[in-house]
Structure formats: structure tokens, C-alpha cells
């Protein structure tokens, strides 16, 4: 038993011992042969020279960034949007006095005309009435407008707009008749004037923006400020390219910063926002459109091995390389390189890179994606057997 015993304790010591011989002869090993036991051969040089046996894939990738995506914020210029009515007033006469009784007519006329008629909302009739008896009656263009005896809440006197003309408009002041030859009826009236009320608006107005690649925005989004100058509730129409985007009433005290998602299915390369009110008084400030752009996708190659080459890679009788030339020997070119369902990476400031890839390559179809963590020029990527 004790033979036994001590023979187990040598065979373990001896296995132990090779185990240790060879982790030693592998650590000594030259680079490249390390590289070749472990099938782990990779290199970074600077020369460039072609490739020695048959090469399988050749590419030019060209600049190659990390797949993140970026967003551009841009200002537009501020709008104020109103439909409202601006007053002003227009005199017609310092005084003038109106009888009538048995022994005559001392009615009065006075012509005045109207600016942008089109645009004038309303009209009134603004005087002080000194001393006066009886009735009064006023006449527009020989419309009838006001035939009683002077009440001051009467005042000021709504004129019908709908019986104006652009020049030449007449007011007649004339009272009632009396009898009475000592007491005629009579008006004194004093500061005559008008008060004209005009639609004064600018409901709409467009603002343009460009866009480089539309194709590449993933999305686009409308900043903007809201401040109600009335107090009258408007709605808001928003559209982009003709295309409505947002319809709403403004509710200036619930919020005044709004944020609206433009579809991106609507952008073009010249883009026109249109902002329109129905009515109200309204600034929009600190408008911004930010656009979010795709992630860009990473540069991906692929290439067939037949049966028969892919035999003789697994057997050992070849080997396959992946071989990465770059345009300069300064940089960093840092990336993760998927061939098939195994990765690796790489880290240099080589002209070139090569790596021995046959443990990863399947029979028929190949893909090789490359995720580059820094950005940098791939000349050429080509893959051999050898």
C-alpha cells in the first residue's frame, strides 16, 4: 500500500512539472510563434505590401466613426401673430348750433371721408351737447341713424358702416319742429368727432429651415414660448410643408413654454413652418427646431468560403487573415471586430493591422462587422487564405 501511495504522489509531481515546463516554453516563445500556437496571430506593422495568398475580400470602407447619434438645435426668428382693433379719432367740427321753428331751418351738414374702409370695423359719433331742446336727428348719407331727444348714455352713437362710402360721406344735424315762434327747438353741440375703430392683423407667417439629409433625421422637435398680449383665446394652427401639425386654443395661463414633435415623414430639404391664428395677440419667442439624426450603421462585409477551402482551414492545412490598412501611422484606430458570433479588438496607431481569424469563420457565408470606438479611414480591408 505504501508503494502505491508514494507511485500516485510522483505521477501527480511529474504532470505538475510538464504543466509548468510548458506554460514556461509558451511565454518564451517568440511573439509570432506565440501568436501561431495560440491561432491568436496578430500584428500591427507599416509596410503595405500586397498580401501573399488568395485573397477572398477586398473593400475600401473609407471613414468610419462611432454609430452614435447627434442632435442640431437651431433659433428662428421670433413672431407676433394679432387680429385685433386699433381706435383713433378724426374731429369734424369745434361747435355748431341747429333750430327750427315757423320762421325757418337752420339744420347743419358736415362731410368727412373714410381711410382703408375696407378695414374699418366701426364708427361712432362722439359730441357734447351744451344746451339743446326738442329732438335731434342725425342723418347718415340720408340713412336715418338717430331721431330722439339727446340721452348722454346714447353716446357715443354707433354709425351703420355698411352705409359709408370712401369719400365724400355727409352728416346732417337737424332738429324737430316748434310751433313756438319765441322757443324754437335747438341743439348746441360741441367737439364733434369720430371714433374709428380698424381691424388691424397680421394672423400668419412662415418660417423656413434647411435640412442637409432628411432621409438621416430620426426625429425633429418645435420648441417655443407663448405670450398672450389680450385676452382674447385664439387658436393656433401650425403646419409643415402644407401639412397640419398641431391646431389648438391658446390657453396663455396654464402654459407658456410648449414643445410640439414634428413628423419627420414631412421634412424635405427645404422645410416652411406656418404659424396662423383665428384671432388674438400673440408673441412667439425662443422658437428652436432641434433634429435628431439616425445612428449611423457599422461598416459590415461578407464572403463565401466553400466546402472544400473551409475543410482545409479546419483542418490546419490553411489559415484565413483579416488584414486592415490605414492612411496614416499616427492616429489611434481603436474598434471591436465581429466575425460571425466571435469578436475581438484592436488598438493601434499602425499603418495596418492583421489578424489570423480561422477559428472564427464558418462554412458558406462570412460576415465581418467593424465598431469602430474611434473615428479613423480604413484604405483597405481585405481577407486571405493562406
Known amino acids: 500500500m505504501r508503494g502505491k501511495a508514494q507511485s500516485a504522489v510522483e505521477v501527480t509531481l511529474i504532470v505538475l512539472i510538464l504543466a509548468i515546463g510548458m506554460v514556461g516554453y509558451v511565454i518564451l516563445l517568440p511573439e509570432d510563434a506565440r501568436n501561431e500556437l495560440l491561432d491568436d496571430d496578430t500584428t500591427s506593422i507599416t509596410d503595405d505590401s500586397d498580401v501573399d495568398g488568395e485573397v477572398l475580400l477586398s473593400e475600401s470602407p473609407g471613414s468610419v466613426s462611432p454609430s452614435k447619434s447627434s442632435s442640431h438645435t437651431r433659433s428662428l426668428e421670433p413672431i407676433r401673430l394679432y387680429s385685433t382693433s386699433e381706435s383713433n379719432t378724426k374731429a369734424l367740427a369745434t361747435s355748431i348750433t341747429i333750430s327750427k321753428s315757423i320762421i325757418g331751418n337752420n339744420y347743419k351738414s358736415i362731410q368727412f371721408d373714410i381711410d382703408n374702409l375696407e378695414e374699418l370695423e366701426n364708427l361712432e359719433l362722439l359730441f357734447f351737447a351744451s344746451e339743446y331742446k326738442g329732438n335731434l336727428r342725425i342723418k347718415l348719407n340720408d340713412q336715418l341713424v338717430y331721431d330722439s331727444e339727446l340721452n348722454s348714455a346714447d353716446l357715443p352713437l354707433a354709425l351703420p358702416t355698411d352705409a359709408l362710402v370712401s369719400e365724400g360721406n355727409v352728416l346732417e344735424f337737424s332738429t324737430d319742429f316748434s310751433w313756438n315762434v319765441f322757443s324754437p327747438n335747438y341743439y348746441i353741440l360741441q367737439d364733434l368727432q369720430l371714433i374709428q375703430d380698424y ?138 471586430v465581429y466575425v460571425q458570433d466571435y469578436s475581438f479588438d484592436f488598438n493601434t496607431d499602425a499603418m495596418s493591422y492583421e489578424r489570423k481569424i480561422s477559428s472564427y469563420v464558418d462554412d458558406g457565408a462570412n460576415t465581418i462587422t467593424i465598431e469602430p470606438l474611434e473615428s479613423f479611414k480604413i484604405s483597405n480591408l481585405k481577407v486571405y487564405v493562406n
Not at 409643415?240 to 391658446?250: A, H, K, P, Y
Open 199 to 336: 381691424l388691424v392683423e397680421d394672423k400668419s407667417t412662415t418660417r423656413t429651415f434647411s435640412i442637409d439629409n432628411p432621409e438621416d433625421i430620426s426625429s425633429v422637435v418645435l420648441n417655443y414660448f407663448v405670450t398672450c398680449n389680450s385676452n382674447d383665446r385664439g387658436i393656433l394652427t401650425i403646419s409643415l410643408n402644407n401639412r397640419e401639425v398641431f391646431s389648438d386654443t391658446i390657453f396663455c395661463e396654464y402654459l407658456n413654454k410648449r414643445e410640439l414633435l414634428l413628423d419627420d415623414n414631412y421634412l424635405a430639404t427645404s422645410n416652411t413652418l406656418k404659424f396662423e391664428i383665428t384671432k388674438g395677440d400673440y408673441n412667439l419667442e425662443e422658437i428652436q427646431i432641434t433634429e435628431k439624426t439616425r445612428a449611423q450603421d457599422y461598416p459590415s462585409f461578407s464572403f463565401d468560403l466553400d466546402n472544400d477551402m473551409y475543410q482545409e482551414i479546419a483542418s490546419g492545412d490553411k489559415d484565413i487573415y483579416l488584414k486592415l490598412t490605414f492612411d496614416d501611422d499616427t492616429t489611434d484606430k481603436e474598434a471591436t
